[in-house]
């Protein structure tokens, strides 16, 4: 089974960062579709940005140009650096793995997921 355990949630005020990371094994960080996912109180998952095994990059739009999106293979972990944070941005934050193709859209592809971490932007 796939083992995937998220870090660095927490409290931030608005225009301010966060990093999180999600630690996995060698494998599946180079190997497997990496995805951050979120989901706010109340909401549906959705798909903030993913990183294919070939390390093409994909966005959602509402965070283009705020947060990125990267894997470290020699600490095998998949990291999301995100600024400018608004309160929207509130939610806790899912790493998801699978093999072949990434998919921001059908969170249900994916039968592989962290436990997620919280981030909450408030002043």
């Known amino acids: 089974q796939v083992q995937l355990t998220e870090s660095g949630g927490g409290l931030v005020q608005p225009g301010g960062s966060l990093r999180l990371s999600c630690a996995a094994s060698?494998?599946?960080?180079?190997?497997?579709?990496l995805t951050w996912f979120r989901q706010a109180p109340g909401q549906e998952l959705e798909g903030v940005a993913y990183?294919?095994?070939?390390?093409?990059?994909t966005y959602a739009w509402f965070v283009k140009g705020r947060f990125t999106i990267s894997k470290d293979t020699t600490k095998n972990t998949l990291n999301l650096q995100m600024n400018s944070l608004k309160p929207e941005d509130s939610a806790k934050y899912f790493c998801?793995?699978?093999?072949?193709?990434?998919?921001?859209?059908?969170?249900?592809?994916?039968?592989?997921w962290g436990q997620g971490t919280q981030v909450t932007v408030s002043a």
């Open positions: 060698e494998d599946i960080i180079r190997t497997n579709c």
């Open positions: 998801a793995a699978r093999r072949g193709i990434c998919y921001l859209f059908f969170p249900e592809k994916y039968s592989d």
């Open positions: 990183i294919e095994d070939s390390n093409e990059i």
